[in-house]
């Protein structure tokens, strides 16, 4: 993995760069970086994570982890985007998860293999929370926490890429990102609906979406066709929780 | 355009005060003896008073003077100070905190403290807010200010709210660098609106704010600040250094009070730096610590007190 990643600091385009360090700092050897978020906020966040399943990326649960670590309702100043910070704390440590996930990673098998497993990893990382998830796809949807979650989707898709042995620095990393991207907000948004048993539907589904666009050496999808299918797929959640628009 | 229309109907309401303004300088007799010439001798600790250079016993007795000057007329200086939207900020101010908030229902409350409360403009607004947004009529405030005549005047506000002689409301003279009477760790929320940059030692303030609060306890500070944009900051100064003495002056006949507030914005610690001096006190900061409002003409610092430490 050093051979590669140093490659890879030299000629990747400078946003990934930053990315990159990051991740070569945090993901193997380190214990969980401070990320974007201060020691007394991560703990404040993690104590609140137990809370999502029955009380939703919500303030409460946000007021009850601050509890559980030793706080008082009023320490919730300290979150100004407020239960948005929940969200972004998932997204966060789901990402960073992805670098633990050892039975995947030293597998024996190719690169197009690696992708496909981490993306299921990384959904079945929602399991918990995945009858709340529309709350946080609405929080996501908000203009003000736009940036951040599109931020958070592609840095997701690198780090995938990039767990899976992935070295290529032509134009193609773009477009590989953009079509990662693309098929796990399709799937994650489908599995929030999906009622069958250990998610089968889904696991076809997103099987279905990799056929779709044949990855590995091939040039697939497109920046415009992912940001065109966000869009909607906001929309739908916004209608979906009564929204007119 | 916005000082224009701000400016309009603060000069209509200036004119009948011009024939107040004999009143008004009774009142200055206070501040008539805090401005005679300072006696400091070269061992006294100083202070700023606005660009000069006082004792800082002289501070406060001058402070108080300019408070009681301008009592009657400071919410026509704050309209002036912030282009007449200092109540929209205060609105924001309070919202942005989100007082009352609880986990469980019914809240238990909280037990807030608004520091240089003066007119309890803060204390309504928090009190409304526990109340009615967050279903928390247990909620309960200390509103304190160092100036009596100040608390005198919140009192006679308070009459025409929901809160006449309300045992929610509890009212103290003191120092803010000083709430010897408030028990450590017995605060959730600590609230100072345009009045830290008149406090004598600020560091030393910060540190009762931090003692009197609770482990998680918030600090929450609105004041004028740093214009961001420089050519905003150009104009704001003309208007604040310019036109706002002249104005105290023609208001309330005492033009020297008025260039004292501006002064004191000017010299009070900008956005970073006062962020490191909460930090300094042992607080935590939310994100970098800070919001601008209407481009940084004032701003909104926060401060958590770590829980777990001593
Ligand atoms: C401009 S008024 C602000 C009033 C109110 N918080 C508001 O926002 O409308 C400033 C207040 O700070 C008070 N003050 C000045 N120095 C103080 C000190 N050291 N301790 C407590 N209050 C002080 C003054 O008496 C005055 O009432």
């Given at each position: 993995?050093?051979?590669?990643?140093t490659?890879?600091?030299?000629?990747?385009?400078?946003?990934?760069?930053?990315?990159l360090?990051?991740?070569?700092?945090h993901?193997?050897?380190?214990?969980?970086?401070?990320?974007?978020?201060?020691?007394?906020?991560?703990?404040?966040?993690?104590?609140s994570?137990?809370?999502?399943?029955?009380?939703?990326?919500?303030?409460?649960?946000?007021?009850?982890?601050?509890?559980?670590?030793?706080?008082?309702?009023?320490?919730?100043?300290?979150?100004?985007?407020?239960?948005?910070?929940?969200?972004?704390?998932?997204?966060?440590?789901?990402r960073?998860?992805?670098?633990?996930?050892?039975?995947?990673?030293?597998?024996?098998?190719?690169?197009?293999?690696?992708?496909?497993?981490?993306?299921?990893?990384?959904?079945?990382?929602?399991?918990?929370?995945?009858?709340?998830?529309?709350?946080?796809l609405?929080?996501?949807?908000?203009?003000?926490?736009?940036?951040?979650?599109?931020?958070?989707?592609?840095?997701q898709?690198?780090?995938?890429?990039?767990?899976?042995?992935?070295?290529?620095?032509?134009?193609?990393?773009?477009?590989?990102?953009?079509?990662?991207?693309?098929?796990?907000?399709?799937?994650?948004?489908?599995?929030?609906?999906?009622?069958?048993?250990?998610?089968?539907?889904?696991?076809?589904?997103?099987?279905?979406?990799?056929?779709?666009?044949?990855?590995?050496g091939?040039?697939?999808g497109?920046?415009?066709?992912?940001?065109?299918?966000?869009?909607?797929?906001?929309?739908?959640?916004?209608?979906?929780?009564?929204?007119?628009? | 355009m916005?000082t224009?229309?701000?400016?309009?109907?603060?000069v209509r309401a200036?004119?009948?005060?011009?024939?107040?303004?004999?009143?008004?300088?009774?009142?200055?007799?206070?501040?008539?003896?805090?401005?005679?010439?300072?006696?400091?001798?070269?061992h006294?600790?100083?202070?700023?008073?606005?660009?000069?250079?006082?004792a800082?016993a002289?501070?406060?007795?001058?402070?108080?003077?300019?408070?009681?000057?301008?009592?009657?007329?400071?919410?026509?200086?704050?309209?002036?100070?912030?282009?007449?939207?200092?109540?929209?900020?205060k609105?924001?101010?309070?919202?942005?905190?989100?007082?009352?908030?609880?986990?469980?229902s019914?809240?238990?409350?909280?037990?807030?403290?608004?520091?240089?409360?003066?007119?309890?403009?803060?204390?309504?607004?928090?009190?409304?807010?526990?109340?009615?947004?967050?279903?928390?009529?247990?909620?309960?405030?200390?509103?304190?200010?160092?100036?009596?005549?100040?608390?005198?005047?919140?009192?006679?506000?308070?009459?025409a709210?929901?809160?006449?002689n309300?045992?929610?409301?509890?009212?103290?003279?003191a120092?803010?660098?000083?709430?010897?009477?408030?028990?450590?760790?017995?605060?959730?929320?600590?609230?100072?609106?345009?009045?830290?940059?008149?406090?004598?030692?600020?560091e030393?303030?910060?540190?009762?704010?931090?003692?009197?609060?609770?482990?998680?306890?918030?600090?929450?500070?609105?004041?004028?600040s740093?214009?961001?944009?420089?050519?905003?900051?150009?104009?704001y100064?003309?208007?604040?250094?310019?036109?706002?003495p002249?104005?105290?002056?023609?208001?309330?006949?005492?033009?020297?009070?008025?260039?004292?507030?501006?002064?004191?914005?000017?010299?009070?610690?900008?956005?970073e730096?006062?962020?490191?001096?909460?930090?300094?006190?042992?607080?935590?900061?939310?994100?970098?610590?800070?919001?601008?409002?209407?481009?940084?003409?004032?701003?909104?610092?926060?401060?958590?007190?770590?829980?777990?430490?001593?």
């Amino acid at each position: 993995m050093a051979a590669p990643s140093t490659i890879l600091r030299r000629l990747r385009p400078i946003s990934a760069r930053g990315n990159l360090l990051a991740r070569t700092y945090h993901s193997y050897d380190h214990p969980p970086p401070p990320g974007p978020f201060s020691t007394t906020e991560s703990t404040i966040l993690s104590a609140s994570l137990p809370h999502i399943p029955s009380h939703g990326f919500t303030l409460t649960s946000l007021s009850l982890g601050a509890k559980d670590a030793g706080y008082i309702d009023a320490s919730t100043n300290l979150f100004p985007q407020g239960p948005f910070a929940l969200v972004h704390y998932h997204l966060l440590t789901q990402r960073l998860g992805l670098a633990q996930k050892k039975e995947v990673l030293e597998a024996d098998e190719g690169i197009g293999a690696k992708v496909k497993k981490l993306t299921w990893e990384r959904l079945m990382g929602n399991k918990e929370i995945v009858h709340r998830w529309q709350e946080a796809l609405a929080l996501m949807a908000q203009p003000s926490n736009v940036p951040t979650s599109l931020k958070e989707l592609a840095a997701q898709s690198d780090e995938i890429w990039f767990l899976s042995g992935d070295i290529s620095v032509d134009t193609s990393w773009y477009t590989k990102r953009a079509s990662l991207s693309t098929i796990y907000a399709a799937t994650e948004l489908f599995m929030t609906t999906d009622k069958s048993p250990d998610y089968i539907d889904t696991r076809e589904f997103l099987d279905r979406r990799f056929k779709d666009v044949q990855f590995v050496g091939g040039v697939v999808g497109s920046v415009s066709q992912w940001v065109g299918f966000t869009a909607s797929a906001g929309l739908n959640v916004l209608r979906s929780k009564g929204v007119r628009v | 355009m916005a000082t224009r229309t701000a400016f309009r109907p603060l000069v209509r309401a200036a004119r009948p005060q011009l024939q107040s303004a004999q009143v008004h300088r009774c009142f200055t007799s206070t501040s008539q003896r805090a401005e005679s010439p300072s006696q400091s001798t070269n061992h006294e600790r100083t202070t700023h008073f606005g660009f000069e250079t006082v004792a800082e016993a002289e501070k406060e007795a001058r402070v108080a003077g300019v408070f009681s000057n301008v009592a009657a007329s400071y919410d026509t200086m704050n309209d002036f100070m912030s282009l007449g939207i200092h109540r929209l900020w205060k609105d924001h101010f309070v919202r942005s905190i989100n007082p009352g908030s609880s986990s469980t229902s019914p809240s238990p409350g909280w037990t807030m403290l608004d520091i240089a409360g003066g007119t309890g403009d803060i204390a309504f607004r928090l009190l409304d807010h526990c109340t009615n947004i967050n279903n928390s009529p247990q909620s309960t405030i200390t509103i304190s200010d160092i100036n009596p005549s100040m608390l005198s005047e919140g009192k006679k506000r308070s009459l025409a709210t929901s809160y006449a002689n309300s045992p929610r409301i509890n009212w103290l003279v003191a120092n803010a660098e000083n709430l010897e009477t408030i028990e450590s760790d017995s605060i959730d929320l600590y609230t100072v609106a345009f009045g830290i940059r008149n406090f004598t030692n600020k560091e030393k303030a910060l540190r009762e704010a931090y003692r009197v609060l609770k482990p998680g306890g918030v600090f929450a500070c609105l004041e004028f600040s740093g214009v961001t944009n420089p050519l905003f900051d150009a104009v704001y100064k003309r208007w604040s250094f310019g036109a706002i003495p002249l104005i105290g002056q023609l208001v309330a006949g005492d033009r020297a009070s008025y260039q004292y507030l501006v002064e004191s914005i000017e010299k009070f610690p900008k956005q970073e730096e006062f962020r490191d001096m909460i930090k300094e006190a042992g607080f935590v900061v939310p994100g970098k610590g800070w919001e601008d409002l209407t481009g940084g003409i004032a701003a909104i610092h926060k401060g958590i007190k770590p829980a777990g430490t001593p």
